[in-house]
Each structure stands twice: as C-alpha cells, then as structure tokens.
C-alpha cells in the first residue's frame, strides 16, 4: 500500500465512523432513555442515541490534528447533509402508500421521534461540532502544536455542553417529546436532562485522552506526518516534504 492510499483510507475510516455514528444517531435519538445510575437522589439519564455521539468529537479531533481545520470542517458539511437525507427517507416512507396490513405503527412512532429530535439535532449539530473544530485549532495556534490533551480536552469538553444544553432546550421548546413528568416544575427537570447528558459526555471525554494520543502518534507514524501540529495539507505529493512540518 503506497503512501497516498494509507492517507486516503484513513481519513475515509474516519469519516465513515462519523458519518454512520451520526445517521445512528438520528435514527435511534430519543426512541429509548437510559438510566446510567445516579448521584444521590439524581438519576443519571440519558437518551440511547447520545451513546455513541462522543466518538464523532474523536473522529474530528483526529482529522482536525492530522489533516487540518478545512477538512474537518467539510465533513461537518457532509454530516448536515446527511442529516438532511436520513429526513427526506423517513418523510418518502411516510407519505408513500404502505402494504395493506402490514405492521406500520413502529416505523410511524421512530419517524414522529425522529422529526421530532431533528431540529434540535441539525441546531445542536452545527453549532457543536464547528465549535470543537475551531476551539480545537485555537488551542493549537496558542500552544504552537503543544499540549495535545488542552485542545483536545478544551475542545470538546465546550462544544458538549454547546450540544447537550440545545438539544434539550429544542427538543422540549420546539418539538416537546421529552419524558418530562406533567405536574412538576419544567425547568428542573430540563436542567436535570442537561447534567445528565453533559456528564456522561464529560466522561467519555476525558476516557477518550489516552486513546487519543496513542492513535495521533501512531496515524503521525503510519501516514508519515513527522512533528508536533503537523499537518497533511491539499496538493502535497506523495514522497514530497510535508509543508507543514
């Protein structure tokens, strides 16, 4: 395997685990909620399609630290697309004439949820992930390609809490198919979703520094991209000196 075909298959493993984590996402998003434990009184509760989103911020991490702030930032364009598409399927499914007496009601109760979580997960999408991807190159320019575990952390650890808070707040507000309790006080209760959600998620970022680092050194060895914040750039031939090193 050349070079070239190590960098391409690389960033074509990375992007597809993005990409399908994120039609995952939208399609299970809030079928089920998990209770992970609790604090106390505080159960720890949250959505069965938050469980796999942490590893898209690895993913964007990887590629931001490897191939640079552009690349990372056309696959969030991708991924919106792709958001946009899962939607389009699920109305097409909807509106065209079914089987006659074929079971429909599980296809009908995922499609109301999905259209219900995906305004609040395209919102919560693009503003999350664009602000890891930027907070991640600040934190790279300051540190001069230093202190990988800071942008890694500090990016991600800001745009969760950028994800968490709007998905709640848009799926309540705008879409209101959360299992919030009637009778009860709202806005704790939403405040409760929030803590839930952005813990767990605090969790799996910090979980994710050590594999982080092991796979940056072993991607800077295998793609041959030698030197602290290096990074492969459009048109670089292959066997040509890295400009970024």
């Not at 405040?191 to 072993?218: E, H, M, N």
């Not at 602290?228 to 292959?238: H, M, Q, S, T």
Request: charged fraction near 15%.
């Amino acid at each position: 395997m050349t070079l070239q075909q190590r960098r391409d298959l690389a960033f074509l493993v990375l992007a597809g685990i993005f990409l399908g984590t994120m039609g995952m996402l939208n399609i299970l998003g809030l079928t089920r909620f998990l209770q992970l434990g609790s604090i106390g009184s505080w159960p720890i509760v949250v959505a069965v399609g938050a469980l796999p989103y942490p590893v898209t911020f690895l993913c964007t991490d990887l590629i931001s630290e490897l191939w640079g702030e552009r690349k990372a930032g056309q696959l969030v364009w991708v991924g919106l697309a792709l958001n946009g598409w899962i939607v389009l399927i699920l109305w097409l499914g909807g509106i065209l004439p079914g089987l006659a007496g074929a079971p429909e009601a599980t296809f009908f109760e995922v499609r109301r949820l999905a259209f219900g979580a995906v305004g609040a997960s395209m919102v919560a999408y693009l503003a999350a992930q664009f602000t890891d991807v930027r907070l991640f190159h600040f934190w790279k320019r300051v540190s001069g390609g230093k202190a990988l575990w800071l942008r890694n952390n500090g990016s991600t650890l800001v745009s969760q809490l950028v994800d968490t808070t709007a998905v709640v707040l848009i799926s309540h507000y705008a879409s209101h198919v959360l299992p919030v309790r009637a009778g009860e006080p709202v806005l704790p209760q939403l405040a409760s979703f929030i803590a839930s959600g952005y813990l767990f998620k605090l969790i799996a970022a910090l979980a994710d520094t050590l594999p982080f680092y092991g796979l940056v050194a072993w991607l800077r060895r295998w793609l041959e991209v030698p030197g602290d914040g290096a990074e492969l750039l459009d048109g670089v031939p292959e066997g040509a000196p890295n400009p970024g090193t």
